[in-house]
């Protein structure tokens, strides 16, 4: 038995299905991403979750206890949202210590797991400011505090990290990840940014349109997208749209200017439209021989621009059939804007799917 189920949980407002027939199962020690495009019904099964919704259809099951019809502080879950929501007017000490007031827990205790809440969070020092006296990341750090003060079974975040520029946002998904697995709850953790998703999760749920498109390791959803729209969604990449011609066990797209080749896939028909997708980072370049034939997999470009990303240098490159994207370790050969290479890939690299409209 898992730890937390969510048994075909529906939620309709009006003619819109917000979730849709969602059934997912969490173990006790997992991080969580439910990693989808704005309006896809996360925040909604979030809440849902946390008792704040009650779904038109389906049950919540946390640690073998139906929930479903139990108000939110029953349920031993606490809920972090992107707008901090800290009280303006109270210290830090105060914020931490304001859900543990309503629990009416003994003074005591409650000194006691503030000490807790500031010591893992590093804010020593800080417990008699107000919240306009701390920086972006030590607010989310407070608020991240007053969700874990109450001891929750499971701890709910709904994209905490979006008011945070980029570099704070990436220390504060290390944190936020360290506090997870020192914790041993699940945190169950909303996010539209592939990034946060991949960086922190051991599993992640797309939703796309109330529905759960897959919820598998991150590795799989990154590495073996099940779906067009997971193809798209995660990761970066070049989508080539062509007609299939099975040959074999290789599936070759013709009409797009390049032969694509790859394993043939089930879903993929002889003669039907269908997309490919390469990751940026498949892509590999080598500077173009004269007279060389092109070949499967294979396209000649011309360097427009070199963007520097650190470690990473992202060349978009002209060919007949548009532009593409390739993204190369700076440790490799680098071009220049206005040189003429090889784009190749291997068939592996390659994610086929029949074509649909986008999304
Ligand atoms: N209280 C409500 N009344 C009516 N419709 C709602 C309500 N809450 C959400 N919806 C609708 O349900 C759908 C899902 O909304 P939800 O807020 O769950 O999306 P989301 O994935 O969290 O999006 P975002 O990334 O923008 O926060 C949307 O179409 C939204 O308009
Ligand atoms: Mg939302």
Redesign the pocket.
């Known amino acids: 038995m898992s730890y937390i189920t969510l048994d075909g949980v529906s939620k309709q407002?009006?003619n819109?299905w917000?979730?849709d027939r969602v059934n997912m199962a969490i173990e006790k020690k997992e991080f969580v991403s439910l990693l989808?495009?704005?309006?896809?019904?996360?925040?909604?099964?979030l809440r849902i979750i946390a008792g704040l919704e009650k779904p038109t259809q389906g049950r919540v099951l946390i640690d073998g206890e139906d929930v479903t019809h139990l108000p939110p502080h029953l349920r031993g879950v606490a809920m972090v949202f992107q707008e901090f929501l800290l009280f303006p007017h109270r210290t830090v000490y105060e914020n931490l210590a304001f859900p543990l007031r309503m629990l009416k827990l003994q003074k005591g205790e409650i000194e006691a797991r503030v000490e807790w809440a500031l010591g893992i969070l590093s804010l020593n020092g800080l417990e008699k400011r107000y919240p306009n006296q701390l920086s972006g990341g030590q607010q989310q750090r407070v608020a991240l505090g007053r969700g874990l003060v109450g001891r929750p079974k499971v701890l709910l975040l709904?994209?905490p990290l979006a008011n945070l520029d980029r570099e704070l946002r990436q220390e504060m998904e290390v944190e936020i990840r360290k506090h997870q697995s020192a914790l041993g709850i699940p945190f169950i953790y909303?996010t539209?940014n592939q990034e946060e998703a991949l960086s922190m999760s051991d599993r992640i749920a797309v939703?796309r349109g109330?529905r759960i498109e897959d919820f598998a390791a991150r590795t799989d959803i990154y590495d073996r997208p099940k779906t067009a729209f997971i193809a798209q969604f995660v990761g970066r990449s070049n989508r080539f749209e062509g007609i299939a011609a099975l040959q074999k066990k290789q599936l070759a797209l013709r009409g797009t200017g390049v032969v694509i080749e790859t394993s043939a896939r089930d879903a993929i028909a002889e003669g039907m439209t269908a997309a490919a997708y390469v990751k940026n980072e498949k892509i590999r370049l080598r500077p173009a021989e004269k007279g060389a034939d092109g070949g499967a997999n294979t396209l000649f470009a011309t360097i427009k621009h070199v963007i520097l990303r650190g470690a990473y240098a992202e060349y978009l490159l002209t060919w007949k059939g548009g532009e593409i994207i390739a993204s190369r370790p700076r440790s490799e050969v680098e071009f220049k804007e206005g040189a003429e290479v090889v784009a190749f890939w291997t068939g592996e690299d390659v994610d086929v799917f029949p074509a649909e409209k986008s999304a």
């Open positions: 407002y009006g819109v917000a979730v989808g495009p704005s309006g896809s019904g996360k925040t909604t099964l709904d994209e909303v539209h939703v109330g």
